[in-house]
């Protein structure tokens, strides 16, 4: 029952645990504002939906790569739910469809199949655009 | 405050933004109207986003008292 005049669109670009926490979290913040939303990911985004990747996902950008493995231990430690986890929760909650980007699944050589359930379909941009075309806010997380 | 009863307790203390948010949206739909829902919550972001999350919603906020490093914040469901 959201509120049918505002919707989130959001790129998800980056697939490292640090560029994929801000795309769990603003999904959840958007859901909690009755919002639906609609995400694409698009190349390196992608990979961490990949059937058996979600949890195994290690990596940390490369410009803060030092401080990875510090991170993830805080984060273990202080028993902070994966970004997996907090995206499926705002999935449950609220509706939200991760849709896969078709250009980058032809290159890599995915298909539906190749996902966790998560992804609800591979689209073309064209689609997308249009879904962000009548989005409130569209966001990049590169 | 303390004394308020609540229907439903979430004790969400540790647990980070935007769990406590989170976990009380799920427990507020499942409930009934009339119901009280309390969530104990130390996470900063949640004091702020839960009560403006009621008025949105157009729920009660009963109140937020702040105990021993954490805050009860107690919500009513008002449809």
Redesign the interface.
């Known amino acids: 029952m959201a509120d049918e005049n505002r919707k989130l669109a959001m790129v998800v670009f980056g697939g490292t645990v640090d560029k994929l926490y801000p795309a769990a979290i603003m999904a959840s913040g958007a859901v909690m504002n009755d919002m639906d939303v609609d995400i694409f990911i698009t190349f390196w985004g992608m990979m961490p939906f990949r059937k058996g990747a979600p949890y195994q996902l290690q990596s940390v950008s490369k410009d803060h790569e030092e401080m990875g493995a510090a991170m993830m231990h805080a984060m273990q430690e202080k028993k902070v739910p994966s970004w997996y986890d907090t995206l499926q929760q705002a999935k449950e909650i609220g509706n939200v469809h991760v849709h896969a980007c078709a250009m980058t699944a032809d290159l890599f050589g995915l298909g539906q199949d190749d996902f966790e359930p998560i992804v609800d379909d591979i689209i073309g941009v064209g689609e997308f655009i249009d879904m962000a075309a009548s989005a409130t806010t569209t966001m990049y997380l590169g | 405050m303390s004394d308020v009863q609540a229907t439903k307790e979430i004790d969400a203390r540790?647990?980070?933004?935007?769990?406590p948010?989170?976990e009380l949206?799920?427990v507020v739909?499942s409930s009934e109207v009339g119901d009280v829902v309390a969530v104990l919550s130390n996470d900063q972001g949640s004091r702020r986003?839960i009560p403006t999350?009621v008025e949105?919603?157009k729920h009660e906020l009963v109140g937020i008292e702040t105990l021993d490093g954490y805050d009860r914040i107690v919500v009513k469901k008002l449809h």
Not at chain 2, 14 to 19: L, N, T
Request: charged letters at 25%.
């Open positions: 540790g647990s980070f933004c935007p769990g948010m989170m949206i799920r739909r986003d999350w949105k919603a």
